[in-house]
């Protein structure tokens, strides 16, 4: 019987452990791996990225490196991925935010990171955190959301840039609530929270990781997050549905390659990003960062993909969020 036809025959699990037992490790032997990340070292996407290299290595017997290429609202890098030589030696740390907002407000003719990355796994989920200054009148969100009615407009919040989660999160915010709150954006999340921590600016709404020294040092009140559950680093603080408002909203942050990636290739580079987010230590480490580490097939993630785009263009089109 050819081997094509004998493949038929294999149950799935069976085909699954005969693509991880041959060639997963020989593939890469000896070769550089490139995880290209599409923003500057030290946010969540590099650190997910760094978390993810080393034991990736061990695992694949390759040296896989993390190289930052920022720029283009995540379009510079995901570009290269898709353009790259489909062998799984280069390939893509992406930011939720990336894949599933960045083509409604900033498309690029013909890329669509839908379409032209390959699905292969996801690394951890990081609900975001709402923080507000220090001189903020008010220590809790109810407290906020009674400021903000009565003073419609007066309260501005900071973001990333226009079309960043952050910003289309506190829109989806001002939509549930129905409460008005100007937009100041920034180049990154970085001179939004030196704004934050100056008092320009009232609030914004990120990702733990830049926040927490912050809030542990008084700097920056934290009123709400945006998880199901409430995150182990902040037990105190309430999720945005325990104070009556249906947000739910998280950053994730997976690995993809090009969509001409080999079907083989995308198995077996899943099942060996799988083996790392599974550890203990990766799990421990994401836990650090306020977020979690959830593993996923290549087709749950990129049905992920698929409803995170649908749920946040009613939003892009309500606000009328343009890329800057």
Known sequence: MPAIQRRTFLGAAAAGAATLALPARAQWAGKNITLLVASAPGGTTDISARMLAEPLGRILKAN?????RAGG?????????????????TLLVQYSGYQAITPLVQPVAG???????????????????????????????????????ANPGKVNYASSGNGALQHVTTELLKDLTQTQMTHIPYRGTGPALTDLLAGNVDLTITTPPPLLPHIKAGKLKALMTTGKTRLP????????????????????????????LPADLQDRLSAAVRQVVETAEFKRKAEEQGAKAIPMTPAELAALGTKERATWERIVKLANIKAD
Not at 116 to 142: C, E
Not at 233 to 253: H, M
């Open 64 to 68: 896989v490196v993390v190289e930052n």
């Open 73 to 89: 609202n995540g379009n510079i890098a995901g570009q290269a991925v898709a353009r790259a030589n489909p062998d799984g030696t």
């Open 111 to 149: 890329f669509d990171p839908g379409r032209d990355l390959k699905p292969i796994g996801h690394l951890i989920d990081a609900p975001q955190v709402m923080v507000v200054r220090s001189t903020f009148p008010a220590n809790t969100f109810q407290e906020f959301l009674a400021y903000v009615k």
């Open 233 to 260: 680093v902040l037990p105190d603080v309430p999720t945005a549905t325990e104070t009556g408002v249906a947000l739910v909203a998280s950053s994730w942050f997976a690995v993809y390659g090009p969509a001409s």
